[in-house]
């Protein structure tokens, strides 16, 4: 049976046409000849934005190799993705903004392109003192600092294959991504600024240290928040160390396809997975695509919200937008320290032109009341976008309207670690964009939604494939390769599954309904459990939903909603007869919920994706034993487990 959608959402918007008119992609026209362009000679297509993207010191040979499910691209070309981030740049703008820091403190620093060479190119021959050669694994375990930017270029320079943790996981994750990795050097700080307080880098690593990673031999430590720095063992200052070095480095020029970067990344069960990306297939990738979707140009203050410790932050604040040579606005610490209104006042005061961040984060500001971004001046917006989760409709109006001053162009852009940069995405000037949707695929790029024979669904729902190989997809999970192919490829034989479920409309867009995991069977109806939520969002007085499944004996899964409201709105059985109306006329009877509970937060990873795995344990009644590393406060479980007793 294939996912039924129940969606209904008519608004179209086209793009502004001021916009349009200045735009990289100008129209529909322009994007479905690039589409058939590059349908019609695929290595013809692919050679021409290589070579357009990239420098490259030895030109390639051979477009590209598939042997499902493995990839090569650019074959025989040698190029280096710190030399295209930063030194191209040098001659004619080397005195322009690369990065705009602001800490959470709102301590600063700018740095030219310049400035950020010198200081990558002095990590970098720190690191080749310590012994790091081509291919060792170097860990980045760092704040939202010029620092994780400087790290991660610093190895890309020498060839080395960086792996950043996210400075919010736990010591014990850290010990097991890095002992995976077969980490050689660990960069970190003494630690960061997160809500007031200090998240303890440097005692995680120590803990993390004592647990055990076989291959650490140096642990590089950078000063950020001056706790006592007594550094022992193993452990070398992060400036003692670069201060001797000289500020220029001549690049390691790697080959098309050496390993660039893993980053681990949760899936619902078992241990994260190693997502491995190599260089030359990527970087074109992060770099077109950052052009066209955001269009880019040089002038634009370019702030996307996510962590380094994300591949969002990977694809999305370091090398795609340096490669395009635009600034970019890193900020340390929490979206509403010190107040409610610390984004809207960063965007003001550094005049940010591009803002790209995700649905909860919108969800959460919609929840804390529009007078907080009214106070500000957001008229240097020209573009948003949202990636992450699918982006209800309602939270999508309100980014518009609210933030966006009904002025700028949305992009919802739909991707994922394994596929390295974005897939399916409007593009600016050119796509008609309808709140909720993300679209339709980038040029070369060939989604499909399939129903369980194996059959393309033209309208409908269904699970999400994507039938063609691309340069930046992943190559494979770190050392088990086994894993890859069972867990991308074996869905369907040769086919890259995505673990999404979609449908597609009549004018072929495709609304993203969550992963598979998230569709439930009611009565004989498959929901994707983002569509309830987002009626549920859509009734008004709601900030956050997330439905899961309950197993039922008549239904066969039973809904249960969880349900955030707004500041001010009170829950009980009024609000509850409210939302089942609501459901029911958005949608129909069957979606309506069968129990909804309240609760003050739904529990998230620390990336923002709401954790139903956990909210259907709870739903069940269940003691979840699932993994909770990423879980990013416990408390809210708690309390919704409270709740039932
Ligand atoms: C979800 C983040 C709907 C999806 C870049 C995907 C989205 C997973 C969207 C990947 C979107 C991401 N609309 N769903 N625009 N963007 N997702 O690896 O389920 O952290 O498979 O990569 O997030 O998450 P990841």
Known sequence: MSIESVLQENRVFAPPEGFAARAHIKSLAEYRKLYAEAERDPDAYWAARANEELHWQTPFTKVSEWQAPHAKWFLGGKTNLSYNCLDRHLEKRGDHLALRFEGEPKDSLTLTYRELHARVCRLANALKALGVKPGDRVGIYLPMTSEAVIAMLACARIGAVHSVVFGGFSAEALRDRMADAGAKVLLTADGGWRKGGVVPLLENVRAAVAAGIPSLQKVVVAQRTGVSLELKGNEVGWNALCEKQPATCEPEWVDSEHPLFILYT?????????????????????????????????????????????????????????MNGVTVVMYEGAPTTPGPDR?????????????????????????????????????????????????????????????????????????????????????????????????????????????????????????????????????????????????YFSEREGLYFTGDGARVDADGYLWLMGRVDDVVNVAGHRLGTAEVESALVSEGRVAEAAVVGRPDDLKGTALVAFVTLKAGVEAGDEMKAALLKHVGKEIGAIARPDEIRFASALPKTRSGKIMRRLLRDVAAGKDSKQDTTTLEDLSVLAALRNDEE
């Open 343 to 487: 984004f809207w006042d960063i965007i003001e005061r550094h005049r940010v032109t591009i803002l790209y961040t995700a649905p909860t984060a919108i969800r959460a500001f919609m929840r804390l009341g529009d007078e907080h971004v009214k106070k500000h001046d957001l008229r240097s917006l020209r573009l948003l976008g949202s990636v992450g989760e699918p982006i209800n409709p309602e939270a999508w109006m309100w980014y518009r309207d609210v933030v966006g001053g009904g002025r700028c162009p949305v992009v919802d852009t739909w991707w994922q670690t394994e596929t390295g940069g974005i897939l399916v995405t409007p593009l600016p000037g050119a796509t008609p964009t309808k709140p909720g949707s993300a679209t339709l695929p980038l040029p070369g790029i060939h989604p499909a939604v399939l129903d369980d024979h194996g059959q393309k669904v033209e309208q409908g729902g269904g699970k999400l494939f994507v039938v063609k190989p691309w340069p930046s997809m992943l190559r494979t999970i770190w050392g088990d390769d086994a894993r890859f192919k069972t867990t």
């Open 266 to 322: 949760s899936g619902s069960t078992g241990k994260p997975k190693g997502v491995l990306h190599t260089t030359a297939g990527y970087g074109m990738w992060a770099s077109l695509t950052s052009r066209w979707v955001f269009d880019l140009r040089h002038d634009d203050v370019y702030w996307c919200t996510a962590d380094v410790g994300w591949v969002t932050g990977h694809s999305y604040v370091v090398y795609g937008p340096l």
